[in-house]
């Protein structure tokens, strides 16, 4: 079983380009997240997704959009780059919100 | 939001010592999770755990969520038990979405 998938795992990519992280799971969870981990700290929430067809913010969206248009996809989009963005990035997915929750292997971008 | 604390920030362990790692969260909680991050980068899930006791192995947690903490045990510890251990929790006032704490930092010295 694949789980969940995310491409590229890493990527350098110039300030002002933009870009998507794609991430798919097979699994059919309903809810699917994107988190950044910057180094020495935890991963903080930048949108979520309960189900298909809706998203969400979490704690850092600015910079960033996602869309959901079926249950296995949620790419996550840097309109215009910019080096704060350099960073993990992981992907998660689980049923319903309230189970467990698995995490892709992450994306390393790095904004130069 | 929720608030969620661990402790130590660091951990040095010696081969075979066995040690705790402490998660405290600010609100009750659905969900609870903890998390092995190894020296690659991978999040491993290790424990689902909003209430009671788990074993897998060497490692073992309990959740008291009345109290609003959660512990993870390594017995025996390894070198390849290094890495970082993220606690995670989920509640409704925060839409059911993880919210981590800030890691406990685990090196094992054979």
């Keep these: ?112 | 939001g929720i608030q969620v604390e661990q402790s130590p920030p660091d951990l040095i362990l010696q081969e075979g010592a066995n040690s705790t790692l402490r998660c405290n969260f600010s609100d009750s909680v659905n969900n609870l999770q903890w998390f092995h991050q190894n020296p690659w980068g991978q999040l491993i899930n290790l424990f689902y755990i909003p209430s009671g006791t788990k074993q897998n192995g060497r490692l073992s947690a309990t959740t008291v969520a009345t109290e609003r903490y959660s512990l993870l045990y390594i017995s025996s510890s390894q070198t390849t038990d290094s890495g970082v251990y993220f606690c995670a929790v989920e509640n409704r006032a925060a839409g059911n979405k993880l919210t981590f704490g800030g890691g406990t930092r685990v090196l094992v010295k054979p």
């Excluded at chain 1, 380009?17 to 020495?40: E, I, K, V």
């Excluded at chain 1, 249950?71 to 215009?80: E, H, I, K």
């Excluded at chain 1, 997915?93 to 189970?99: D, K, N, V």
């Design chain 1, 1 to 112: 079983t694949a789980g969940i998938t995310q491409a590229p795992t890493s990527q350098i990519l110039a300030a002002g380009r933009s870009m998507t992280l794609r991430c798919t799971q097979d699994m059919r969870h309903n809810a699917m997240y994107w988190y950044r981990q910057d180094l020495g700290l935890g991963l903080r929430l930048i949108h979520y997704s309960n189900t298909a067809g809706t998203t969400g913010k979490g704690e850092v969206p600015d910079g960033y959009s996602v869309s959901r248009a079926n249950t296995d996809d949620f790419p996550l989009t840097l309109a215009s780059a910019v080096p704060s963005q350099t960073s993990v990035y992981f992907c998660a997915s689980s049923l319903e919100g309230r189970t467990e929750a698995f995490f892709g292997q992450g994306t390393r971008l790095t904004v130069v």
